[in-house]
């Protein structure tokens, strides 16, 4: 076969048969598509023996933005869900046993130390006759202490007892060991890309959540001033 050469608004196409003795295309039966400085094979069979350049142009577009972004997406809850599973075990590995909501809670109390029952509830998303009794098991645990208001004696204040700020150091260890042992059979380019990607993924998660925020202080409006009392 002779070469033919298609042309685009775009560029030149120089097709021709690959050599047989091109690595790995040996006896393959296609046309070696050259376009710049980049070639790749194309099968004969792609259109029934005939070469269709508007079909080889739509195989190598590129991806759509928000293709990409589902495929990141899928790959972001693949990876989460597959740490979730490394999370429970290091979990499971202390003592005492300490469930999903018991260990919110802990995270809540250990950003914000020292508030009071309902505004925990109000953290969590939860009714406060739950965190109260949620209260009470990590109070049995040891792992939560209430303490007097200074501001209210009618208000208990909830923090964390020197066991239960031990407790999430420890837990944080065994994470960091077993993510550790994890990222080691990555290579080295692999761990920089991944640092690079959950910056971004922070950056972008941290500017919803200011937005979100901003949204909600306009739809509740500017805060009602005090009455003149004279």
């Known amino acids: 076969m002779s070469a033919i050469t298609c042309w685009s608004a775009a560029a030149?196409?120089?097709?021709?048969?690959?050599?047989?003795?091109?690595?790995?295309c040996g006896g393959y039966g296609g046309l070696l598509v050259s376009h710049a400085a980049t070639a790749v094979i194309v099968p004969a069979a792609l259109s029934g023996g005939e070469f269709d350049p508007e079909s080889?142009?739509?195989?190598?577009?590129?991806?759509?933005?928000?293709?990409?972004?589902?495929?990141a997406a899928?790959?972001?809850?693949?990876?989460?869900?597959?740490?979730?599973?490394?999370?429970?075990?290091?979990?499971?590995?202390?003592?005492?046993?300490?469930?999903?909501?018991?260990?919110r809670a802990l995270h809540a109390l250990e950003r914000e130390e020292g508030i009071n029952l309902r505004t925990l509830g109000e953290v969590l998303g939860s009714a406060s006759p739950s965190m109260s009794r949620l209260c009470d098991r990590m109070k049995s645990l040891g792992l939560v202490e209430r303490t007097p208001s200074p501001v209210s004696r009618r208000e208990l204040e909830l923090r964390l007892t020197a066991q239960g700020k031990f407790y999430l150091q420890d837990l944080r260890?065994?994470?960091?060991?077993?993510?550790?042992?994890?990222?080691?059979?990555?290579?080295?380019?692999?761990?920089?890309?991944?640092?690079?990607?959950?910056?971004g993924m922070k950056n972008a998660l941290e500017a919803a959540g200011a937005q979100e925020a901003a949204e909600s202080a306009r739809r509740?409006?500017?805060?009602?001033?005090?009455?003149?009392?004279?």
């Open 12 to 24: 030149a196409m120089t097709l021709r048969p690959p050599p047989s003795s091109a690595s790995g």
């Open 173 to 199: 260890k065994q994470r960091e060991q077993a993510l550790t042992e994890m990222l080691d059979a990555m290579s080295f380019a692999e761990r920089e890309e991944l640092v690079k990607g959950l910056k």
């Open 220 to 230: 509740c409006g500017p805060p009602l001033s005090a009455p003149y009392t004279g």
């Open 74 to 103: 899928q790959a972001s809850t693949d990876a989460i869900e597959a740490l979730e599973a490394v999370w429970e075990r290091s979990r499971d590995a202390l003592s005492p046993t300490v469930s999903t909501s018991q260990l």
């Open 56 to 71: 080889l142009a739509m195989s190598s577009a590129p991806t759509p933005p928000l293709q990409r972004c589902r495929q």
